[in-house]
């Protein structure tokens, strides 16, 4: 199976590599393909920083494992449950949180600066790739991080 050949059987492991690679690609998307995200795209990240936060403690110590373990599996569905409301603010099932724009007024200085200041909404998919969100894609991948956490920590015996 592929986590024996890459080592990856650890759900500490597993979690800080495929919560590590989800956070970089929407900082790539960001930075590089100027991608701007909405507050809900932002709240999604969030449990995926405490999941590598939480593993990087695991890999340091297993005083709490059980503990750790489920808190990842909790994050993991967290991001999933996030991305899924933001799904549905997309499609126009859901309404949108009132704080749901990009814009910052901490950082502006100037009405200049507000006015060229790009906003976008929780409702407006700026990417999609075989017909779902990047919102989507993260639901579907927080979904199948949860379900591997799952198996990684409770169903598959694995030393520490």
């Known amino acids: 199976m592929v986590f024996n050949y890459i080592k ?10 495929y919560s590590g690679g989800l956070l970089i690609i ?23 920083i405490a999941i590598i936060i939480f593993c990087i403690l ?3 110590s297993q005083k709490y494992l059980k503990i750790f373990l489920l808190l990842l599996i909790f ?6 449950v996030i991305g899924f409301w933001h799904s549905g603010v997309e499609l126009g099932i ?3 949180p009132g704080s749901c724009s990009s814009l910052s007024t901490n950082t502006i200085v100037t009405l200049q600066e507000l006015l060229d200041k790009p906003v976008v909404g929780c409702d407006i998919v ?7 969100s990047m919102t989507n894609w ?18 598959k015996k694995i030393k520490y």
């Not at 990856?8 to 590599?17: D, S, T």
């Not at 900082?27 to 995926?48: D, G, S, T, V």
């Not at 993260?138 to 169903?155: A, D, G, K, M, R």
């Open 58 to 60: 695991l890999i340091i």
């Open 138 to 155: 993260n639901t579907l991948l927080s979904l199948i991080e949860t379900f591997v956490l799952i198996y990684l920590s409770f169903i």
């Open 8 to 17: 990856i059987n650890n759900p500490a492991i597993f979690g800080l590599i």
């Open 75 to 80: 994050l993991a569905f967290a991001s999933a």
């Open 94 to 96: 859901f309404n949108s």
């Open 26 to 48: 929407a900082l790539a998307f960001q930075y590089f393909e100027k991608l701007i995200p909405c507050q809900m795209c932002l709240w999604q990240r969030w449990p995926h």
């Open 126 to 132: 700026v990417w999609s790739f075989l017909g779902l």
